[in-house]
């Protein structure tokens, strides 16, 4: 079983509000991703990180912020939430070394803004 | 540009029926390949993975998949479907990109196990 967590699971907010999404790992992996997950849609990669300090966008523009302070910790930031940002995010890690690309996904966290 | 689709959105089957989930994908450069299961209201799961080697790999709970490279075509098959295999079902190919790998999603497609 993989040792990822994202809190909360279900979060109702109002629009404007200031929202951070949390994930963390334990398994020491370098990489971590954010994933935008919407009904019949492909898994949108919308931040990813492959270390200490390092943060990318992804192929989906997003409004929303990462940071990378602790490997094991890649918080996700709505400076002010819309409902256009409801969805379903998935975080995942994925093991160092190039051969090894499964990925490790936390629950997820349902996000609804009203 | 690398793409996977996965051509049915649901699929419905009764209880103790084969199944094929199918899945193709386009790109230009060798990949790896994979299966993940979503169950209601859970992350991802790994179900199988092609890397090298045997064209055919299994999952541990009877499901299996083949790496067709000339169809470019990584279809899930199970010859007997449970009621606890209602799930999402993923397909995704891992690429080269930015000297790493990333992966590459499929829209996903709805096993609905009918009794």
């Known amino acids: 079983e993989a040792d990822i967590y994202q809190t909360p699971r279900y979060l109702v907010i109002g629009t404007g509000k200031k929202i951070t999404l949390e994930c963390s790992q334990t398994m020491g992996h370098d990489k971590m991703y954010w994933y935008q997950q919407d009904p019949g849609m492909e898994l949108h990669l919308i931040h990813y990180?492959?270390?200490?300090?390092?943060?990318e966008k992804g192929d989906l523009s997003s409004e929303s912020t990462v940071s990378r302070i602790r490997t094991e910790h890649f918080p996700l930031t709505l400076e002010s939430a819309r409902p256009s940002h409801t969805s379903q995010y998935l975080c995942a890690s994925i093991p160092t070394g190039q051969l090894n690309t499964e990925a490790f996904f936390g629950q997820g966290t349902r996000l609804t803004v009203v | 540009a690398q793409s996977v689709t996965q051509l049915d959105s649901q699929v419905p089957v009764f209880e103790e029926a084969p199944v094929e989930l199918r899945c193709n994908y386009s790109s230009s450069v060798s990949v790896y390949l994979f299966w993940y299961v979503q169950y209601p209201n859970q992350g991802l799961q790994l179900l199988l993975k092609?890397?090298?080697?045997s064209t055919l790999v299994e999952s541990i709970n009877g499901f299996e998949a083949e790496f067709n490279k000339s169809q470019t075509s990584f279809h899930l098959r199970k010859p007997s479907v449970h009621i606890s295999d209602t799930a999402e079902y993923f397909c995704?190919?891992?690429?080269?990109?930015?000297?790493?790998?990333?992966?590459?999603w499929g829209a996903g497609t709805k096993l609905i196990i009918k009794p």
């Open positions: 990180s492959y270390g200490v300090n390092s943060t």
């Open positions: 092609y890397l090298s080697g």
């Open positions: 995704a190919v891992s690429v080269p990109r930015d000297s790493n790998y990333q992966l590459i």
